[in-house]
């Protein structure tokens, strides 16, 4: 079905066929829905040159519209990550199913089993600004987690997601996928009406900027995965090692300052801040990062003075916030306070003081001696990432396959009913796992 032939139908008729789709999507073979996610790959490899050019009119109608720097990085497909986007359509090929996984299996009495078994949730619906990567990410993973999937990217990426979403649809027709589960939405009006259809759409994730976020947070009962900002902190301990610390800081900022894992804040024990500051400001200066500081940084350094706004601004750009704390403590106390629970890192010889950062930061991801970049889900193993959660409950951090699929017990009896198991001659349950 192509774009204009979905624009002619409401918005209740394309969920209802994403949903009838995704019915038939989710008791397909592992084997045919990795067929269908390697025929995507294929034909995004083929069809590159098409892409590449759609996305290129895309930056150049941008720019002209004056787009805000850290939206268009996110925007600009070039060769290097649609290849890399492709390889994650084949990394989630590679990964286990995890759609009819038995979690537990239990006789409640003879003859009378349980079975709790993992399922599809069934429509999502992904809203996305710019980064037309990401839908070629949301689609592999909502194959193969047996998902039906309505998209919606930003009208600065109108025709990179025009284009692959043809070119998927193509690819699909070949596969026992039926086309219908992946559709694609172009009005922000569309947006809107999604946002109200809880008796169709699942779950709804948002991947965007934190004020887009929060939007969609507020304007729908469907229940939302996303994380609202990516406020991250780097924390150089007395005891760090100097030259690992500035190769993390300068890869944690600058590897690409538009990520929501790039960090905003790099906080520095007051023991070393003499010593360490002017090494790391001349590397980061180097590469062109804006720098400010509070009172104490500005004492040490040449640089623009923070505000209160800084710790907790996340800039998506090359501009970093810098503070000198006087102990562990007060440096998870400044990431508790200010930071969006999304990732933040400690970089120190002292593994009990790692232990302690590790243990009391509040945050999705926590580490140790390495950058913030690496909350990724195809650095983890996910093949791809869906998004990437900040909330308490799960599924929390980047979300893959493991945060699409749901469960259902499965009891199966022969003529048992409860009012055997009450009373005066109660049958006793048996509970036995198998």
């Given amino acids: 079905m192509t774009i204009s032939q979905v624009a002619s139908r409401s918005l209740v008729e394309i969920a209802i066929q994403t949903r009838q789709a995704a019915r038939s999507l989710a008791v397909l073979s592992t084997e045919a829905k990795n067929q269908a996610i390697e025929a995507i790959a294929q034909a995004l490899e083929t069809a590159a040159p098409e892409i590449l050019a759609a996305n290129a009119a895309d930056c150049q109608a941008a720019e002209a519209d004056g787009i805000a720097k850290p939206l268009y990085n996110r925007l600009k497909l070039d060769a290097v990550k649609l290849q890399g986007a492709i390889a994650g359509v084949r990394d989630v090929g590679k990964l286990a199913d995890p759609v009819g996984v038995v979690q537990i299996n239990r006789e409640l009495d003879q003859g009378l089993i349980l079975k709790r078994i993992t399922c599809p949730l069934g429509v999502l619906g992904i809203i996305f600004e710019a980064r037309p990567e990401a839908l070629i990410q949301i689609v592999s993973l909502a194959i193969k987690s047996g998902n039906g999937v309505i998209l919606k990217g930003g009208k600065e990426a109108i025709r990179s997601c025009e284009t692959l979403v043809k070119i998927i649809h193509k690819a699909l027709v070949k596969t026992a996928?039926?086309?219908?589960?992946?559709?694609?939405?172009?009005?922000?009006?569309?947006?809107?009406?999604?946002?109200?259809?809880?008796?169709?759409?699942?779950?709804?994730?948002?991947?965007?900027?934190?004020?887009?976020?929060?939007?969609?947070?507020?304007?729908?009962?469907?229940?939302?995965?996303?994380?609202?900002?990516?406020?991250?902190?780097?924390?150089?301990?007395?005891?760090?090692?100097?030259?690992?610390?500035?190769?993390?800081?300068?890869?944690?900022?600058?590897?690409?300052?538009?990520?929501?894992?790039?960090?905003?804040?790099?906080?520095?024990?007051?023991?070393?801040?003499?010593?360490?500051?002017?090494?790391?400001?001349?590397?980061?200066q180097a590469v062109k990062v804006e720098l400010l500081g509070d009172p104490k940084t500005c004492a040490i350094l040449q640089i623009a003075a923070a505000t209160e706004a800084d710790w907790s601004t996340e800039y998506s750009d090359s501009i970093l916030s810098i503070k000198i704390v006087d102990s562990l403590e007060a440096a998870i106390n400044h990431i508790n306070t200010y930071g969006s629970r999304h990732t933040d890192a400690i970089v120190t010889e002292d593994i009990e003081a790692a232990e302690t950062f590790l243990n009391q930061v509040d945050a999705a991801g926590v580490y140790h001696n390495c950058s913030t970049r690496f909350a990724d889900g195809f650095r983890y193993g996910f093949g791809a990432e869906v998004g990437i959660s900040t909330q308490q409950m799960p599924p929390r951090g980047p979300v893959g396959l493991e945060g699409l699929v749901t469960y259902k017990y499965r009891v199966v009896g022969d003529g048992q009913i409860a009012a055997s198991y009450v009373g005066k001659d109660a049958k006793e349950f048996t509970h036995r796992d198998l």
Avoid: W
Wanted: aromatic share 6%.
């Fill in 177 to 284: 996928v039926n086309p219908e589960a992946v559709q694609l939405l172009t009005t922000r009006e569309e947006t809107l009406e999604m946002l109200r259809l809880d008796g169709y759409v699942d779950l709804i994730i948002p991947r965007g900027s934190n004020s887009f976020v929060r939007f969609v947070q507020e304007n729908t009962r469907i229940p939302v995965l996303g994380h609202a900002e990516g406020i991250c902190h780097l924390y150089v301990d007395k005891a760090a090692d100097f030259n690992k610390a500035v190769a993390i800081t300068i890869d944690a900022k600058t590897q690409y300052p538009a990520a929501c894992n790039a960090i905003e804040t790099l906080l520095v024990h007051s023991a070393i801040a003499a010593e360490f500051l002017p090494i790391v400001a001349q590397a980061l």
